[in-house]
């Protein structure tokens, strides 16, 4: 490589020659507090001490909107191509933004060429600067884009005294410098200019290497990162519009007002759009923002990488920066899927409510989400400096902005939650665990069998389905408790009761004189609601203490129920809650990951499950 000097003056004075020649000049320049690519008028304009421009270059080479062809109407021999194209040179390109365009250059000319975007791009000069400012979500370093000065024909170096070093990248450009002031550049330059290059550091960093991304996000396309995100999602699609490797299109006619002629336009377009996938017939394919930020991430960060050797994200943040709703920066989103499995997220404890001696019922919000839950799945609560426990999620998913947990106190971390008031803090990690799937018993009639605390876990699916009544058959509820100050949610149990086609039946172990109901284990309650129950269209819910399976599990068959309408949750022993500490285990099954939730069909070869 050529290296050259030239003073600051002269430099500017080389662009006002540019400015009187045959190319149009753009520049960054200022607008208010932004910066922005603009046509040159004045060299003075010309701002090359700055963090980041608003839009990336491409619509230099990429218009906005284009048009493709010109017709005459009603005549398939007129279609005529159009392609406006005028030599222009760029001054102030950043690396990452010089390696965004060799992207587009290989993306329009790999396979079909692209005639309009290559003529404009042929007949362009582009002037690159390494960066002089730091932005604050730019984490070019992490994609290795912030020395890319390939597809520059000039590179600048703001020496930091009154003179730019210059790497003379091509032929084109060395012809370009010959006519300003510029000098080689001795020893001593050189080596100022290597370290001139390095003086802005990213503020931000990917937590891996930019190139393992495509293997890394092959195995997290289920990712529940991208869907809490997206529930912000407002599709404004200025993630990315403000992309410099984004280049989709979208092809329209356009007819004069004469009728007689018109043209075919492209226009930019982008998949955060929600009309982007959607095809005849009214099916979308992409129908919600989380299909659409799950594509723009994986075609980001895997599907270009791997279709064009080269970064499809080439970290310049702009796309964090232009987020209203704070979602859209995939550094964020790949930090948050890669970080420690370990670490959990600060939950605030909102309301608590006694409901027995030994049990206390917490509602918790967690920071600008929701959990995100299903019924029947668990969560590890932590309390710093005493530990960490697993607890069914208590309220349905229907119920959002917070979520419940009812919890015994039983040892070190229960009576340290007991002892927490509204305010206090904890970490959670999950949602964990498999789910009682009630979404996918449309139609079906249901029942609910639940002991002692297991009455928490089957809340949530339960309420779930009373929030949805209309979307199944009739529902029966048996709950059994051990005495009258053990029963779990009394009131709710009455709302229940009194829903269309919905019978609740309760029993106690001992009861007393205030208590009118019935009296015994669980089991009693089976007779007197086996003429109202229709096994092939039941799907039936256990959950209650280990004793409780096997009496009501040989109940249920005895009635005619087939294996696989029988649902169990299991607990088990349970520390790292994902599939990799070994205490959940049950032969081969990892509890914490196949469930808590079973088919009874499913495990009842298992030695180890009842
Ligand atoms: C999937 C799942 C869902 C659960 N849901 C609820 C719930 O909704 N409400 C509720 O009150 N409890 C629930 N539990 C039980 C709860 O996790 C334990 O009561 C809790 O871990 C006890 O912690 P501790 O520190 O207070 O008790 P410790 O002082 O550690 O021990 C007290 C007792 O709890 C048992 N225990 C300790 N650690 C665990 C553990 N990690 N997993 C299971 N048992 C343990 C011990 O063997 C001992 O018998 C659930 C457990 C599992 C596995
Ligand atoms: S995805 Fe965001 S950070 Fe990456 S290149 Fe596009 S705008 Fe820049
Ligand atoms: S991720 Fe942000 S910028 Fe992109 S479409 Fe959604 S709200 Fe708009
Ligand atoms: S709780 Fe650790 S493997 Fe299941």
Redesign the pocket.
Known sequence: MEYKTIGKRDFRDFVNRLIQGDHEINGVVRKGTAFVYDTLVDTSDLCLDYDETLLPPKKYFLPVKETLLTFKTGDPSSYHESVEAEPRIIIGIHPWDLAAIALLDKAFSMGQSDVNYLSRRNQSLLIGIYPTRAFKHRFSGSMITDEHYQTADLMLVDLGNDAYGIEVVTDEGRALILESAAVPADEHAIENMERRKHVVQDEVHLSMPGKDLPAFLKKQQQSKVIDR??D?????????LVCPTCYCFHVEEEVDLSLQAGRRTRTWD?C??EGFASAAGGHNFRET?AN??RH?ILRKGKYLPEHFHLPGCVGCGR?AQ???????SPLEIINEMNRSIYLPEVATLQKVQTMTDKDRFFEFTLEGRDLGHQPGQFVELSIPGIGEAPFSISSSPTKTGCFEMLIRNVGKVTEAVHRLAPGDQVGIRGPFGSHFAVERYLGKDLLFIAGGLGLAPLRSAINYVMDNRENYGQVTILSGARDRSQRLFPEEINEWSRAPDTLVLETLDHGDDQWSGQTGVITTLLPMVSDRITPSDTKAFIVGPPIMYRFVIRELESLGFDHKDILVSLERRMECGVGKCGHCQIDDIYVCQEGPVFTYDSIRESMEAL
């Open positions: 995100r997206a912000r999602c407002f599709s404004c699609g200025s993630c990315v982008g955060m759009m923002p659409r930020l723009r796309c232009a987020c209203v709703a704070d979602i859209a």
